[in-house]
């Protein structure tokens, strides 16, 4: 693609991930809710994003806290109304942001009228929109096959009495997945998301996409522990129960949902699997499947210069221009990043370097430009229900896991300021959640204009990334044959030319960057620039270039 060739708006742009039930409360009850959330819209624009990505809140009973939608097409009361969410669109609209909803489309709650008539019988006129199936041994009362639930120690089958049959639950039991087969299914949720699109969101960030359509002969996954490091440890590789053909053309079918729409909007799978998976979703260069899809190799970095090389060299290598990688550090499920760096700031504004100045599109989740941590919740006192399934397991073991169990942990309220309560509820409410301690001292008016805080690096990475075509439009370059602990790259655009560097490394190091160019970030005040070499100490970043071509 030349420079003056039409780029689609998400090429260019940063996503910000809001939980809305931690985010702000409007009205005091301790829940965050959608009119929160446009109260706080100008924080958005202030950080220099350019789209918002809200966690779901539809109506719900609010078992998975939104994940169980119980129905597609309107709003839980705790989180507001239809014409709030309208209000939320128009509101981040006016201030040039994008908006992107977050649908559940492999299951809905099992309080869905769609699944409390699915359940009474065996042929009432819903009674083929879940998936059923007859079990085995004696009675059918042994599950149908080995299918097994997101907790992979159990069974994803679940006995339906009525029905003296089993339903499938591919996460949770509350959760039943949907018959995709069905055309009468596709047709419905096709037009709960027309109906959003029909009121002006610009995309949808899409959940558990991967397992949506199983394979129709219902056969056995292979027996076959596998680890890894970005999906959890597996006793049956999901063969039949992910990334199926039959899923990668659904990924066409609402693409060409989405095409029937102008501007243009944009689809963002949750999917698992190799660059090879991951490229078939997306149909390559021009595809014509989804547009983006999570890389999550990022939320289970090491802080290593050249694992960091060999990630980004992989997506590039797999995802090159036009297609997008898609990189993300922190979500809603997973343990905050600063905490898997020991709570070492420096290391978090190098982290932030790589992932803002990276060629694709960032994902950033709320407060993790403040350095926000993991609030420790045990598993005993957990709400989420996952946490809740492994109560069983001993404090002491559970503390000392890698990766907290308890998505409570990750989902504290945003801290806003140093009260009570951190300004996400009034002093005198009750939050949903404990409010991190620290709030007092790491929050958005602590962190907001003071120089060096992590409020401010991010917002400064931000602005370079808007005002550098060579970093929001352009190539990159790794440089190689560095000394240890160094990462280094390229990245240009027409005659803007920007080099990040980053030393991961434990001693001091050099890089040769060429004449005309200059400092344009530091993540510390002991970064130097003069005679064509960069000085980083250890855990330090930096970007250099020349001034942006729209701003002279």
């Given at each position: 693609?030349?420079?003056?060739?039409?780029?689609?708006?998400?090429?260019?742009?940063?996503?910000?991930?809001?939980?809305?039930?931690?985010?702000?409360?409007?009205?005091?009850?301790?829940?965050?809710?959608?009119?929160?959330?446009?109260?706080?819209?100008?924080?958005?624009?202030?950080?220099?994003?350019?789209?918002?990505?809200?966690?779901?809140?539809?109506?719900?009973?609010?078992?998975?806290?939104?994940?169980?939608?119980?129905?597609?097409?309107?709003?839980?009361?705790?989180?507001?109304?239809?014409?709030?969410?309208?209000?939320?669109?128009?509101?981040?609209?006016?201030?040039?942001?994008?908006?992107?909803?977050?649908?559940?489309?492999?299951?809905?709650?099992?309080?869905?009228?769609?699944?409390?008539?699915?359940?009474?019988?065996?042929?009432?006129?819903?009674?083929?929109?879940?998936?059923?199936?007859?079990?085995?041994?004696?009675?059918?009362?042994?599950?149908?096959?080995?299918?097994?639930?997101?907790?992979?120690?159990?069974?994803?089958?679940?006995?339906?009495?009525?029905?003296?049959?089993?339903?499938?639950?591919?996460?949770?039991?509350?959760?039943?997945?949907?018959?995709?087969?069905?055309?009468?299914?596709?047709?419905?949720?096709?037009?709960?998301?027309?109906?959003?699109?029909?009121?002006?969101?610009?995309?949808?960030?899409?959940?558990?996409?991967?397992?949506?359509?199983?394979?129709?002969?219902?056969?056995?996954?292979?027996?076959?522990?596998?680890?890894?490091?970005?999906?959890?440890?597996?006793?049956?590789?999901?063969?039949?129960?992910?990334?199926?053909?039959?899923?990668?053309?659904?990924?066409?079918?609402?693409?060409?949902?989405?095409?029937?729409?102008?501007?243009?909007?944009?689809?963002?799978?949750?999917?698992?699997?190799?660059?090879?998976?991951?490229?078939?979703?997306?149909?390559?260069?021009?595809?014509?499947?989804?547009?983006?899809?999570?890389?999550?190799?990022?939320?289970?970095?090491?802080?290593?210069?050249?694992?960091?090389?060999?990630?980004?060299?992989?997506?590039?290598?797999?995802?090159?221009?036009?297609?997008?990688?898609?990189?993300?550090?922190?979500?809603?499920?997973?343990?905050?990043?600063?905490?898997?760096?020991?709570?070492?700031?420096?290391?978090?504004?190098?982290?932030?370097?790589?992932?803002?100045?990276?060629?694709?599109?960032?994902?950033?989740?709320?407060?993790?430009?403040?350095?926000?941590?993991?609030?420790?919740?045990?598993?005993?006192?957990?709400?989420?229900?996952?946490?809740?399934?492994?109560?069983?397991?001993?404090?002491?073991?559970?503390?000392?896991?890698?990766e907290r169990l308890n998505r409570d942990e990750v989902r504290s309220p945003m801290q806003w300021d140093g009260t009570l309560n951190a300004g996400f509820c009034p002093p005198?409410?009750?939050?949903?959640?404990?409010?991190?301690?620290?709030?007092?001292?790491?929050?958005?008016?602590?962190?907001?204009?003071?120089?060096?805080?992590?409020?401010?690096?991010?917002?400064?990475?931000?602005?370079?990334?808007?005002?550098?075509?060579?970093?929001?439009?352009?190539?990159?370059?790794?440089?190689?044959?560095?000394?240890?602990?160094?990462?280094?790259?390229?990245?240009?655009?027409?005659?803007?030319?920007?080099?990040?560097?980053?030393?991961?490394?434990?001693?001091?190091?050099?890089?040769?960057?060429?004449?005309?160019?200059?400092?344009?970030?530091?993540?510390?005040?002991?970064?130097?620039?003069?005679?064509?070499?960069?000085?980083?100490?250890?855990?330090?970043?930096?970007?250099?270039?020349?001034?942006?071509?729209?701003?002279?």
């Open positions: 693609m030349t420079e003056h060739e039409h780029r689609p708006w998400w090429h260019e742009t940063t996503i910000y991930q809001v939980y809305p039930r931690s985010f702000a409360d409007s009205d005091g009850d301790g829940i965050g809710d959608l009119p929160g959330i446009t109260a706080r819209l100008d924080h958005l624009v202030d950080l220099g994003v350019g789209t918002i990505w809200v966690s779901p809140f539809f109506s719900s009973p609010q078992a998975d806290f939104g994940y169980d939608v119980s129905d597609y097409c309107d709003v839980a009361p705790e989180y507001g109304t239809l014409a709030d969410a309208e209000a939320l669109i128009a509101g981040a609209h006016e201030r040039g942001l994008r908006v992107m909803f977050d649908l559940v489309l492999n299951h809905s709650s099992d309080q869905h009228p769609w699944f409390l008539e699915s359940r009474t019988s065996r042929d009432n006129p819903k009674a083929d929109w879940y998936v059923w199936r007859d079990g085995r041994g004696p009675g059918g009362r042994k599950p149908p096959n080995n299918w097994r639930a997101a907790i992979e120690v159990k069974t994803g089958w679940q006995w339906g009495e009525e029905r003296q049959q089993w339903f499938l639950a591919s996460f949770l039991p509350c959760q039943p997945d949907l018959n995709w087969r069905n055309p009468d299914v596709k047709a419905a949720m096709f037009d709960a998301v027309r109906f959003w699109l029909d009121r002006g969101v610009d995309g949808f960030r899409l959940d558990m996409f991967g397992s949506i359509m199983k394979d129709p002969e219902f056969r056995d996954n292979p027996l076959r522990p596998t680890m890894s490091r970005v999906t959890p440890p597996r006793l049956y590789p999901h063969e039949f129960t992910e990334n199926t053909a039959d899923n990668i053309e659904l990924a066409r079918d609402l693409r060409a949902v989405c095409d029937e729409y102008e501007p243009e909007r944009v689809l963002l799978g949750e999917v698992f699997g190799p660059a090879e998976v991951l490229q078939a979703y997306t149909g390559g260069p021009g595809g014509d499947g989804l547009h983006l899809a999570f890389l999550f190799e990022f939320l289970v970095f090491r802080y290593d210069a050249g694992w960091f090389h060999d990630v980004i060299a992989r997506f590039e290598h797999a995802f090159p221009a036009p297609a997008q990688p898609t990189y993300v550090v922190e979500n809603h499920d997973r343990s905050r990043s600063i905490d898997r760096l020991g709570g070492d700031e420096e290391k978090a504004r190098v982290l932030a370097t790589v992932l803002l100045t990276v060629r694709g599109v960032p994902t950033i989740y709320m407060g993790q430009e403040l350095a926000m941590a993991n609030t420790y919740r045990p598993l005993r006192d957990a709400l989420d229900p996952i946490a809740r399934s492994l109560a069983w397991i001993p404090e002491p073991l559970s503390k000392r896991l890698p005198e409410a009750t939050p949903w959640l404990a409010v991190n301690a620290d709030h007092r001292t790491r929050n958005v008016a602590d962190q907001d204009g003071r120089p060096w805080s992590m409020l401010e690096w991010y917002r400064h990475l931000l602005r370079l990334r808007r005002d550098h075509p060579a970093l929001h439009a352009g190539d990159l370059h790794l440089r190689s044959g560095l000394g240890a602990g160094l990462l280094a790259y390229d990245r240009r655009h027409g005659d803007d030319h920007v080099t990040v560097a980053a030393n991961l490394g434990a001693a001091a190091t050099w890089v040769e960057v060429t004449d005309d160019q200059r400092l344009l970030a530091a993540s510390a005040e002991d970064v130097h620039l003069a005679d064509g070499r960069l000085y980083l100490p250890p855990d330090r970043a930096a970007v250099v270039g020349s001034a942006p071509p729209n701003t002279g």
